[in-house]
């Protein structure tokens, strides 16, 4: 194994572990913002809670293991993406921090609660999902000039480029609908009948806009003509479907007290080895599907 | 080519986030351990109101570390946002300490968490109190790591140049370069004595507002003995600092004590203003800034005179100096008044009003030496970004709107500044220790003390 396969390996668990936390932290940090807006705290905030408070700094450790490392494993990556993510990654940057803290001073420093740290937090955890997926969308090409050697990003294009725009509504949809199937089960397994059906419910209603955004992600993709373009995105995407997939027949089997599953219990490195085996598989289908194009 | 106002930018950038994480990072690394040893003084001595002191200090410790968290976040990915080209040079090397840092911060979170949710679950005070070890060691292992890669910076060693990239990286080498034993010594001694400085003001407040609770009497004192023992300390090293820049960074030494014309019997220079090359109104010391660079007092002092002008940092760091030394040396003295006075008992007037205040005013004149402490290692280290290898502007990034970043990054340091200020204010002012130790007693019915 050469040391690149090696590093991007390493990279790669801490970028999905961070995918997969991240999107259930940030899902339940809304989920309980709006829940407390439409008057339904009572039946969901318990259950978010319980989960949020020992992992909302361990999320954040592996984005900082991702960077780190993808550095350390690829400097040259240090220059460009360091040249054209000045202010895209600053915006995440501003949320991350904005979220970080002010979900630290709702839950340690309020005794009962702050509706607005809350809300704050809550949407804030919602728009890093979208500002961070912009860098996929980058990281495919088509956005970047060479001006004397130096990376530029060309921010019009990026803009008003619909492709990026769907991506941003892909991570949207997928962090609510991979928290709220989370969440389900998680209420589930806690014996909270009234929450299970609320998360459930909400799983369900963000399925749609989840499969019509990755849906139109793939069309986009066809009218792309450049070799490899979408590498990135379309692995991203085959991950993300087997998430939901996974997840989904989860909490399919949990609902219908069928465990037909047995194979994948509940067991959280089981969970990632199944991403991971999704992961390997989507490298030979791109390729095939690239040369076909 | 480089992009001057992105290189102005950047640095100004760099320095507001650094100068706003530091604060939070020096009570994150320090805190843990007053936290432990207030426990561990109240296990010893069977005493509630030190337990009492560590559970309190833990929960206000969780705001401030989680402003840490995200602003070492910020400063993490902003070396590779706006120090592209440095870190495309030097990342490989650096990325083990980094990563090792991140490592032991997640050590300490896990523990700090399990601490945290585990208050009166305990059956055993010892177990519970053994929790604090990994924070505290997390905590301060998170400095080391961070420090050793600013060492890294000032005294680079552990690879070979071919073709401007370095190569052949020794790692280890890197780590332990000649500036790491001084630099990290010296950033986790004034860590943890801003840190009891900083808490025992707070004390020293609340005794000022009118309480009267023997709590804030016991947490001066002992606050006042570890403030003293880390104050000293970390003059000490702080001398130890000195000699190991005459040996690696003579430029930095002699721009710092402005120090022109390279000559044995060199007089330490403190305070002053500069007009031209000339100092005016300064306290020249004899034979002191020789026997801190050499522990000579005849021993030569390379000057300013051999070196090139485009290779000096700016003369300016003198008054960061001076500030930083004046204050160290005050909190020395202050919390040997106090400690020697409380030993004797006669001397009254460390309880006068006017003393309190000088205890309240440590805690913020602490952080600004420590603010000082960093400008005078950054600014010191101009001009270049890695020492000898790459001057700072050749590492910076090329793209625009760096600017504008800062305003946008300026705009969310106010915001979380106010935010666990606020957050921490209403804390303890809805809590104060009178009532937290009656709904303890009411709570228990009583069986404590």
């Known amino acids: ?293 | 080519m480089i992009n001057e106002s992105a290189v102005y930018w950047s640095r100004a950038l760099t320095e507001l986030t650094l100068s706003f994480h530091i604060i939070y990072a020096t009570i994150g690394v320090g805190v843990p351990l007053m936290i432990m040893i207030a426990q561990w003084t109240g296990y010893k001595k069977n005493d509630e109101h030190y337990i009492l002191m560590a559970r309190r200090w833990a929960r206000g410790f969780v705001i401030t570390v989680a402003v840490g968290v995200v602003t070492g976040t910020a400063i993490g990915l902003q070396l590779s946002l706006l120090w592209p080209n440095f870190m495309q040079l030097a990342g490989q090397t650096i990325a083990l300490p980094l990563f090792m840092e991140t490592f032991a911060f997640f050590f300490e979170a896990i523990f700090l968490g399990i601490y945290l949710y585990t208050w009166d679950r305990f059956d055993s005070q010892k177990k519970h109190m053994l929790l604090l070890i990994p924070v505290a060691v997390g905590a301060s292992m998170s400095a080391v790591f961070i420090t050793i890669v600013n060492a890294f910076m000032n005294a680079p060693r552990g690879f070979d140049i071919v073709d401007g990239e370095l190569v052949n990286i020794q790692p280890f080498l890197a780590m332990f370069n000649p500036a790491m034993p001084t630099k990290v010594a010296h950033v986790l001694v004034t860590a943890y004595m801003t840190s009891a400085f900083v808490l025992a003001a707070i004390a020293g407040f609340r005794m000022l507002k009118g309480s009267k609770h023997v709590y804030h009497k016991k947490s001066l004192l002992l606050l006042m003995k570890i403030g003293l023992i880390f104050s000293i300390a970390a003059a000490v090293i702080g001398d130890f600092s000195g000699k190991y820049l005459a040996e690696y960074q003579p430029e930095k030494l002699a721009a710092a004590e402005w120090h022109f014309e390279t000559e044995g019997k060199a007089s330490l220079v403190l305070f002053g203003v500069l007009d031209g090359e000339e100092v005016k109104y300064a306290i020249k010391i004899p034979y002191a800034l020789s026997i801190l660079a050499h522990f000579n007092p005849n021993a030569e002092v390379t000057g300013l005179d051999q070196f090139e002008e485009e290779d000096l940092p700016p003369l300016y760091i003198h008054y960061l100096f001076d500030i930083m030394v004046s204050i160290g040396m005050f909190m020395v003295l202050v919390s040997l008044l106090y400690v020697v006075g409380k030993a004797r008992g006669g001397w009254q007037f460390i309880h006068s009003r006017w003393y309190r205040w000088i205890i309240v005013a440590g805690g913020p004149l602490s952080i600004i030496a420590i603010e000082a402490g960093w400008w005078l290692a950054e600014v010191g280290r101009q001009p270049w970004i890695l020492y000898g290898l790459m001057r700072t502007p050749e590492g910076a990034t090329t793209s625009d709107h760096v600017d504008l970043m800062l305003l946008l990054f300026a705009g969310v340091y106010a915001v979380l500044a106010v935010g666990s200020i606020v957050v921490l204010v209403r804390m303890f002012k809805k809590n104060p220790i009178e009532r937290e130790i009656e709904d303890r007693h009411s709570e228990k019915g009583g069986d404590i003390l």
């Open chain 1, 1 to 293: 194994m050469t040391l690149e396969i090696l590093g991007i390996s390493v990279l790669w668990i801490f970028l999905f572990g961070y995918v997969i936390v991240a999107s259930i932290d940030f899902g339940a940090g809304f989920f309980n913002a709006y829940s407390l807006l439409i008057g339904k705290n009572h039946i969901l905030t318990n259950i978010i809670k319980r989960y949020l408070s020992p992992v909302w700094e361990v999320t954040n450790v592996f984005l900082v293991f991702f960077f780190v490392g993808i550095v350390g494993f690829f400097p040259q990556t240090a220059f460009y993406y360091g040249t054209i993510l000045l202010v895209p990654v600053s915006i995440s940057l501003v949320l991350l921090a904005i979220r970080g803290s002010y979900y630290a001073f709702e839950s340690y420093g309020t005794r009962g609660g702050h509706i607005g740290y809350t809300l704050t937090y809550g949407v804030a955890g919602l728009l890093i999902p979208a500002s961070l997926s912009v860098v996929f969308a980058i990281a495919g090409g088509g956005y970047v000039d060479l001006i004397d050697g130096q990376p530029v990003l060309n921010y019009w294009t990026l803009y008003t480029s619909p492709f990026a725009w769907s991506i941003v509504v892909l991570s949207i949809a997928a962090v609510l609908y991979i928290s709220a199937v989370f969440l389900t089960w998680y209420a589930h397994k806690a014996n909270d009948s009234e929450a299970t059906k609320l998360m459930r419910k909400y799983a369900l209603v963000w399925a749609a806009p989840l499969m019509i955004s990755a849906l139109g992600i793939m069309y986009e993709m066809k009218s792309i003509n450049r070799e490899l373009q979408s590498y990135g995105e379309f692995m991203v995407d085959v991950c993300d479907f087997s998430c939901l997939i996974y997840c989904h027949s989860r909490t399919h089997c949990h609902a219908e007290k069928v465990r037909t599953c047995s194979w994948a219990p509940n067991c959280s490195i089981c969970r990632s080895l199944l991403c991971l085996w999704n992961c390997s598989i989507s490298i030979p289908t791109v390729s095939v599907l690239n040369h076909l194009r």
